[in-house]
């Protein structure tokens, strides 16, 4: 979901701060010369639901028809929806009845989904090369005598864009000690990964019965009353939603205060909604497994723990800067003092009936491969050359972070992506003396406020070495009295 966020800096001397700035959103509208594409490859596979029913109070007589009927609804519907249907692993439920004898201490069967994959490494000349199951070069990392299983671990991570510590390196059979040195004719690494599980879920409604019995619903940190659930979510569309406990301040209902809460996280358009999972009648008809992996680049990493969908790396892009320079001194737009506008997306708009006055974002084809394409010709952005060589590369280049975002999860290779391009400098003057004007401190805000956006990829093309600071901040919408 989306987060408020905050940066500030402070300089020391003159200095500028140049960022370019990606928010992606569900594609809406067609492309200005091309036709909307949504390719996936169909998955066959399934899983077992052994829940008592679905995570509610209330149940269908027959779940398994429920769900038939509720993805045969959906069979034309939007194109997302088509793409959830497509990725998703369908459940396989059993054709029996289900009661609403829920056990509220029973801990999701997939709260986490982890994945284990073997490599095969083998020396060729100078070259150590890590196979797949299936015979496929994973990395290729350069030979070292007498490597240790500790730097061995390092190195396949960094090559696979994977944190050292999901890597095992196994030596005649046995884990290796880091000190250890390794058996290349013996060695097999294996590599872990843990990713939250993201259900695919369809809202029917409330009967006038539950109406009249719902509980307080939260919505993002607000109280609401009964009703506004049935008012906010999709009715009979599909969408993502994610099981997580949280522990509250205070409680109004039948658990004490501090007991942990099993609660749905539902992803829609027009934002993100949380409420108790034993109270609401919520019915997942499959999981959506994790999108391609495509590796991270060096440094890349996850800030604020496993529940906080910030990630970050350090990647060059000198070709961005030098695009960017010259359209800033092309166009010269400074509305306020310290601030310059490169690439205002508030120039490039379209009137909605519903929303008003919205950014026109660029459209992107996203292949497996991890490439990216501009489509739309010179009708792509006003300034088409620019949105090709600057926003391109930079949203080839952050795929990797986008595909390990879980709130939610992004459908990325095989589709057709919308983007709104802004590009923008912040001048920060020289401190003349105590307590000059020399800082600048970012707003709380949130991206697209009349958008549907899923995420957001800065870049800082050019940081000036004599600014301090610039660290960002974060606020995620969680419900007020929420403490984990």
Known sequence: GRAQRQGQGQGQGHGQGQGQGLDLHEPAMDSPDEEPQDSASASSSSVSWSGKGPLGFRSPQNWRDWCHAALE???????YEQALRERMVSFEVPDESYHSDHDLDQTPEFDIVRRTQAFE????????????????????????????AGELRDRVGHALGADAQAIAVISGGQPARDSSVVDIDSAVVRRTTERPAVFVCCWHGLTAEEKQDWPDFYMQGYVYYPGVLDNVLPRDELFQARLETKEFVTRNGKHAPNRPELCWHFYSKDGVFVVQADTCSMYPVGLLPPQLAWPLPAGGRQWGGPRCD???ASIDLPDVRRVLDAHAALTNDRPLP??????????????????????????????????VRLVGGSRSHEFPLVAQRAA??????????????????????????QAVFKAQRILVPPAAGEGADSEYVGLWHVDGHREHVAAVVLYYYNVDPALQGGD???????????IG
């Open 121 to 148: 490494v083998q020396q060729h000349a100078e070259w150590l090369v890590g196979h797949t199951v299936a015979g496929d070069e994973a990395f290729r990392i350069a030979f070292q005598e007498g490597i240790t």
């Open 472 to 482: 960002m901040e974060f606020c995620g919408k969680e419900l007020m009295d929420c």
């Open 310 to 312: 910030v990630w970050s």
């Open 338 to 371: 310290r601030y310059q506008m490169v690439v205002d997306p508030n120039r490039f708009v379209r009137e909605d009936r519903h929303r008003g006055t919205v950014w026109v974002p660029c459209e992107f084809d996203v292949h497996a491969d991890g490439s």
């Open 73 to 79: 609804a959906r069979a034309d519907g939007t194109a």
């Open 392 to 417: 391109t590369p930079v949203l080839e280049a952050a795929l990797p972070l986008l595909a390990r975002l879980d709130r939610p999860r992004l459908l990325l290779d095989g589709r057709r992506t």
